[in-house]
Nanobody
């Protein structure tokens, strides 16, 4: 069992930055693929970024070099640095953990989810 807790969300103006954190319980953090998803009101949850246990990193196309995912296995924490935020980035951001070997951008590939943290970008 893995328990995930996100933090770092908030209200920011267009062009601003936020750094999200996701702290995980358990001793097998380093073996999991860790990802970020987001869900805007009235929309489906969508993939944002992923960091595999072997170090592979992928981003959704809409990130366009603005976001950076990183992980610190010693601290059981994954981060999402978000720069140049736009109003369309407004959403609840979720951290997810799952084993490797699955499709990285689908919600069904992940066994554990955090409660989410709200990110609001004002225009």
């Amino acid at each position: 069992q893995v328990h995930l807790v996100e933090s770092g969300g908030g209200l920011v103006q267009t062009g601003g930055s936020l750094r999200l954190s996701c702290a995980a319980s358990g001793r097998t953090f380093s073996s999991y693929r860790m990802s970020w998803f987001r869900q805007a009101p009235g929309k489906e949850r969508e993939f944002v970024a992923t960091s595999g246990s072997g170090g592979t990193i992928y981003y959704a196309d809409f990130v366009k070099g603005r976001f950076t995912i990183s992980r610190d296995n010693a601290k059981n924490t994954v981060y999402l640095q978000m720069n140049s935020l736009q109003p369309e980035d407004t959403a609840v951001y979720y951290c997810a953990a799952g084993p490797g070997g699955r499709r990285v951008a689908v919600t069904t590939a992940y066994d554990f989810w955090g409660q989410g943290t709200q990110v609001t970008v004002s225009s």
